[in-house]
């Protein structure tokens, strides 16, 4: 292949699917995966569903993975996987590694779709001893739908984001017997519908309780709790550390490009550029977690805004800076705000720390460009529609909660 | 030999495959001993020497005229002279000894003067704006310190892991989960029951840590020593912290403890720590989330930009502390028995002097392999090259740490391959970094199937 038009780092639905578009509209698209195969997250993720807004049917994740990869290829894309991206330079220049040794790549733009991960255990400072059955959901994925392993018979899953609800159908994939659901908070995270599952298969469900201890110095043997009723331990075999999902975005972190403190992932403008204008990014790197068909439809509006790029048809990056002001906004994207009919990023996404009632507003000077009412809970889905025009002074998102 | 579970007669049995274990093995091997190395876990350094703050100390703070002080210099010089060709890392931080009160500013002078007592003459003293001169990320709350330009930092576990695979690339042998059970001393010979089966030995060394006064019973039949486990918790930051101090900071230490470090890592992530909690359990160290809190609430009172970054991870060690502060080094207890205890938390600067006093101890004479081998470590910290700069890695599978599956492949296999996955993450960093597992844990099950002594997964 010659010099790329556009590299895409990460092979997730995101990035796949953005790649599938812009080889699609003839440009020279690579795709660069650190791991052995293409595909992301779903990859390992055994369970339906996957692939009704994209492939129109239902699918599981390793099916809709290899899905997405055949299209890209399909439409002319090259994905090189076993390539690790080792530094993002300014211009677009991103130092790679792979069984052939270090290289050098180039192109006039660079798309980072590198994705998310969860929380791990020892991010939340969970207290007790590190034996080994101590693991992320996505690790857990990967042993069983991957592997073909089981790691444990009767977990602790902490957490009870939906990823909590994957980590439970695939233990029932597993025939593993989670011994408990623990939620620090007042209610199940996910969805309603969802706090029936642990009770349809027995698990019981301990809210506003957290993991105190964990016990075993090989492997786990126990783990205490604190919950409103005192001190419980629980035999156990291992614990499942569920969501908390964080961008990947460590190589944003040691380059130019930065990082948004609030939500720890790229600061980019409606269009999904960065302050450097050859780079963009997409999918659950810009906020954490959403669902792979919500990352598939993001890729493919960025690479229509990557195309303009190509073109020149973009206007000159700037725009208003975007300020959160609230403890209980975790992220708010894009940052930067301006002119962005026909952008990728036509609403503002936002995520809570905690459950919220209360008046999400937008504002400029004393203008107050959006408002709305909410009453949401943490790491939902929450967005506001942009306003079609704006200066380029400070915006606000802020918050007023009632009781 | 007659008995079927024999494992062989050695002229020395090193019991405890710690730092010191390690270094008494090598030390003893290049002086032509043929040594056998006992260790009850899975892998070498499971005890005291899997968790510490991994700083190479000059011994500027330790006692006077102490062995412990002797031994902490003559490891200090050894570690230059062998760490090039055992491949090991070396960066060369420096310290700073900081006072944040008037009553510690108080002590400097003493401090100061004993350093110098100690042998280190290149000191020099800081004002408090002269410590922010040179670590501008440093609080203002700094009043005054002194710097130790000689104080380093090394990788805790390829410094161990080199002197043992120069004692074995030279004759010795180890043998893992080989717990000793009790010894009997007769013609002037050990016999050792372990686990593993049964070995001899003309000399026997306890460098049991942990575990030191036990085996002194279960070898002699009595202790001189209590071992009082001292629990340390430490809190590891993201590799973007590594910018915010280039210096290992040091606090005034008390009577105690050296009290709470900021430092960077030889693998490049800023480490706060460590606590130091007296408990009588010498198998569990636990972490605690208020004192982990504590910890990095006084981090950030040091460093106030640490409150932007990341925890990579928590861990807890236990020092084999005595009911004395001195080392409980004796070779009078038992003939041909020598105890190596309380080796606290200085273990890991000053294990190449315990070796070569030990060995002076002994006193005994084999003929020394004129030319022996020298195999280098692979380099897995951020003073060298990474395999992943090489091509021919096959890969990376742990993307945080940026491990390689070659170096994965190579730690596996050889007379030192890793026997459990604690052991893999201590040659190669995998899992060590920011994810701790998320990306990886799958393709290395996969890797380590069949391979490790203790499994990663466990299957009945």
Known sequence: MTEPEVIVVGAGPAGLSAATELARAGRRVVVLEREAEAGGVPRHCGHSPYGMREFKRVMSGPAYAARLRDTALAAGATIRTGTTVTALLPGGRVEVTSDQGPEMLAAPVVLLAMGVRETSRAARLIGGEKPGGVMNTAALQGLVYLNGQSPFRRPVVLGTELVAFSALLTCRHAGIKPAAMVEPGPRVTAWSAARWLPRLMGVPLYLQSDIAAIRGRSRVEAVVLHTPNGEVEIEADGVIVTGGFRPESALLRTSHLGVDPQGGGPVIDAWGRLADPAYFAAGNLLRGVETAGWCWAEGRRTAHAILSALEGRLPAPGGARLTVAHPALRLAVPQVLGPASDAPHDRLQIRLTRAVKGRLRLTQGDRVLVEARIDALPERRLSLPLPPTLSDAEVRLELEETR | ?460
Not at chain 2, 102 to 115: I, R
Not at chain 2, 183 to 195: E, I, M
Not at chain 2, 318 to 327: S, V
């Open chain 2, 1 to 460: 030999m007659s008995d079927p579970l024999s494992l062989g007669s050695y002229d020395v049995a090193v019991i405890g495959a710690g730092v010191v274990g390690c270094a008494l093995a090598r030390a003893f091997t290049l002086a032509g001993a043929r040594v056998v190395v006992l260790e009850k876990a899975a892998d070498v350094l499971d005890g005291a020497s899997k968790g510490n703050s991994a700083i190479l100390h000059t011994g500027f703070d330790a006692p006077e005229g102490s062995l412990e002080l002797a031994c902490i210099r003559d490891g200090y010089a050894l570690y230059h002279e062998v760490r090039e060709r055992l491949g090991l890392p070396l960066v060369r931080a420096g310290a700073m000894v900081l006072a944040w009160s008037e009553e510690e500013v108080a002590s400097l002078p003493t401090l100061m003067a004993q350093a110098e007592a100690n042998g280190i003459t290149d000191l020099e003293p800081l004002t408090g704006p002269g410590a922010r001169a040179l670590e501008p990320a440093l609080s203002a709350a700094v009043r005054a310190g002194f710097r130790v330009p000689g104080e380093h930092l090394i990788d805790p576990w390829s410094a161990a892991h080199g002197y043992l695979a120069q004692a074995l690339a030279n004759g010795a042998v180890l043998l893992r989960q080989a717990e000793v059970l009790a010894g009997r001393h007769s013609g002037g010979v050990w016999h050792l029951a372990t686990t593993a089966g049964a070995v001899s030995a003309d000399l026997v060394i306890n460098a049991a840590g942990l575990w030191g006064d036990e085996v002194d019973r279960r070898v002699t039949g009595e202790s001189w020593f209590t071992i009082k486990p001292r629990k340390g918790q430490f809190v590891v930051y993201d590799k973007t912290a590594a910018a915010l101090a280039g210096h290992i900071l040091l606090p005034v230490p008390t009577k105690i403890t050296k009290g709470i470090v900021v430092c960077r890592t030889a693998f490049g992530n800023l480490l706060v720590g460590p606590t130091a909690e007296e408990q009588d359990d010498r198998d569990h160290a636990t972490v605690e989330r208020e004192t982990l809190q504590a910890l990095m609430r006084r981090g950030e009172e040091i460093l106030p930009a640490l409150a932007e970054h990341e925890v990579t991870a928590v861990y807890a060690g236990l020092r084999p502390a005595t009911e004395e502060k001195h080392y409980r080094i004796r070779d009078d207890l038992a003939p041909g028995y020598i105890c190596v205890g309380g080796i606290r938390s200085t273990g890991l600067s000053a294990a190449l002097g315990i070796a070569a006093h030990v060995l002076r101890l002994a006193g005994r004479d084999w003929a020394a392999p004129a030319d022996p081998v020298w195999p280098a470590m692979p380099n897995i910290s951020v003073d060298g090259q990474r395999d992943w700069q090489c091509a021919g890695h096959g890969g990376i599978v742990c993307h945080c740490e940026l491990v390689t599956r070659r170096e994965i492949e190579a730690a596996l296999t050889g007379p030192m391959a890793a026997g459990s996955l604690a052991g893999l993450k201590r040659r190669t960093r995998v899992t060590m970094g920011r994810c701790q597992g998320f990306y990886c844990s799958a393709e290395l099950a996969r890797i380590s199937e069949g391979r490790l002594l203790q499994p990663m997964l466990e299957h009945d």
